[in-house]
């Protein structure tokens, strides 16, 4: 094959889509951090699906036509920072395909070494051993590779092959994936769409597998009865292999039924186990479920505010008044908990977008947001160091029309500082200094459960136990959630604080939340703010000033 034309252009992309589809859960598993937020592989998924999606049914012969709308689409749909990278990645390939309509193997080589170029001008401070080295190493050597003599098969063949080579060094490159034993995350998703277009030029098909498919389809005829919110949970979990035979699916289900839960399915499949359940307490039936292995995909979803969503939208569309009057700032922020998104609403926000780990918001999600306050200039808390760039992507998009300027929150108790230093009335200016001022002032704390066995800087982790967090580092992992939030708090406790904002999730009883609050009042002399967050993933969330 000499050439690459629009249609075999898009065959490439949905084999990509479809590869990555089937996989993202191993590419989630590849989490560095025993946290529950290992959501690389879904995010490049639905970012990918989101540009394969815009173009499926296009007819076009040109490829650049075919990749002008795949970079739309991936723009528009990039979700954390995997997402964005791999977004403009695909918008430097579509740059030098300008006027192309079928390109060679050379053609090919320059349009991903500009992939990577632009790829890293986008990121602010580029990271060795990430998906930015793969693609850019893989991309300079297939450039060098490639002839005009050469078929698009060969040259394909070593681009996928040094992609997978540099995959494999990324390890030696950032310290913290070699310690964990690791791949990067980032990089092996772009391994696997890469893949994908090799097996489109070779004339393989690929079928796009529904992993949920059989949990969804029993769980479709389950009765929920009238009370079917809470938090539908999905996960795929692999059997220890000695408790491959002594599983029992009915065990489970009982223990699913006491939290309690509803809707609940659960199949095995050899060593897969795959379970469906509905649930006001999430974080528990993760707990009963790891106690048998390890996680291979996660899916959280809050179906209140799902049909909160559904609600709200029905009843806006139903009214006849007239828009938001302009005003001329506006604040967004970014949550998860229904408490915690009251919170910020308390604090001026005009909009609150659902998400947070496990569920970034697309740069779609952050514009519609933007636009529906009708503000000449927006200032958004991302509150996530995984929604940063998604956020500034948005700001981007909207330049010339919004003003939008994202403030790096990267924690709730960040974007609750910066939310009390939010005058409207003040220079835009002086204001986002106030904030900023604020958000660095601010020391976070946060309880959550591991996901898997490792060791960290020194710190034994046992799945399924708790992990005290003090900022970006874990200090202890111990079985209670109580005792870790201790370890949490003496990790943040000084004389200089002033105020400590402590937020409860959904696991959280009464009983342990007024433990930890009589520990913090005979520890602190500290003024003490407790809020239920009901958020979800962490049992509490301390902000310390």
Not at 40 to 47: A, I
Not at 280 to 294: S, T, V
């Amino acid at each position: 094959m000499e050439k690459i034309n629009g249609q075999l252009f898009k065959e490439m992309v949905l084999a990509g889509c479809y590869l990555l589809h089937n996989q993202h859960h191993e590419i989630d598993a590849l989490n560095v951090f025993p946290v529950p937020d290992g959501d690389t592989g879904t995010n490049m998924s639905l970012t990918f699906s989101s540009g394969a999606k815009e173009i499926e049914n296009m007819d076009a012969s040109s490829i650049y036509d075919i990749s002008k709308k795949l970079s739309k689409g991936l723009l528009m749909g990039a979700r954390g920072n995997s997402g964005v990278i791999l977004s403009q990645i695909f918008r430097g390939v579509s740059i030098a395909l300008e006027g192309k309509d079928e390109i060679d193997c050379v053609d090919m080589a320059k349009a991903f070494k500009n992939g990577a170029k632009v790829a890293y001008k986008a990121v602010m401070r580029p990271v060795e051993g990430t998906i930015l080295t793969v693609i850019r190493e893989a991309s300079d050597a297939v450039v060098k590779y490639a002839k005009k003599d050469k078929s698009i098969e060969d040259v394909f063949s070593y681009f996928v092959k040094q992609a997978e080579d540099s995959l494999e060094r990324t390890p030696e490159l950032l310290p913290v994936l070699k310690e964990v034993g690791v791949v990067d995350s980032g990089g092996a998703g772009l391994v696997l769409i890469l893949t994908g277009f090799m097996s489109a030029i070779a004339g393989d098909k690929i079928e796009k597998v529904d992993v949920f498919a059989d949990v969804q389809a029993a769980a479709s005829s389950v009765d929920t009865g009238e009370e079917g919110f809470g938090y539908c949970t999905e996960f795929i979990l692999r059997l220890e292999e000695s408790l491959v035979h002594k599983f029992s699916e009915d065990q489970l289900k009982n223990e699913l039924s006491m939290i309690p839960g509803e809707s609940i399915v659960v199949v095995q499949d050899e060593d897969i186990v795959k379970v469906h359940v509905h649930t006001l307490k999430p974080g528990e039936a993760l707990n009963l479920a790891q106690r048998f292995g390890e996680f291979i995909k996660l899916k959280i979803e809050n179906m209140q505010e799902q049909h909160n969503t559904i609600i709200e939208e029905q009843a806006q569309s139903s009214k006849t008044e007239a828009p938001r009057e302009e005003k001329e700032v506006g604040l967004i922020s970014v949550a998860a908990g229904t408490g915690i998104k009251d919170m910020f609403m308390e604090l001026n926000c005009d909009y609150v977008v659902s998400g947070g780990q496990t569920m970034n918001p697309s740069t779609e999600d952050l514009v519609a947001a933007i636009t529906s306050i009708n503000a000449k200039n927006v200032i958004v808390l991302p509150n996530n160091s995984n929604i940063i760039m998604a956020a500034n992507q948005a700001a981007v998009v909207l330049e010339g029309k919004v003003n939008v300027k994202v403030i790096p929150t990267k924690t709730i108790p960040q974007g609750l500082s910066a939310c009390i230093m939010f005058n409207p009335e003040a220079d835009l200016e002086d204001t986002i200094e106030d904030m900023m001022e604020a958000v660095n002032n601010v020391k976070t704390g946060q309880v959550t459960f591991a996901i898997k066995d490792t060791n960290i800087d020194g710190v034994d982790i046992k799945a399924n136990q708790y992990m005290a967090m003090v900022e970006k580092n874990i200090v202890a992992c111990v079985p209670s959630k109580v005792e870790a939030c201790k370890d949490t708090l003496n990790g943040l406790f000084s004389d200089e604080d002033e105020i400590i904002t402590l937020i409860a999730g959904d696991d959280v009883s009464k009983e342990e939340l007024d433990e930890i609050t009589h520990f913090i009042e005979e520890n602190s002399e500290a003024e003490l703010e407790v809020h239920l967050g009901m958020q979800p993933i962490y049992s509490f969330i301390v902000g310390v000033e």
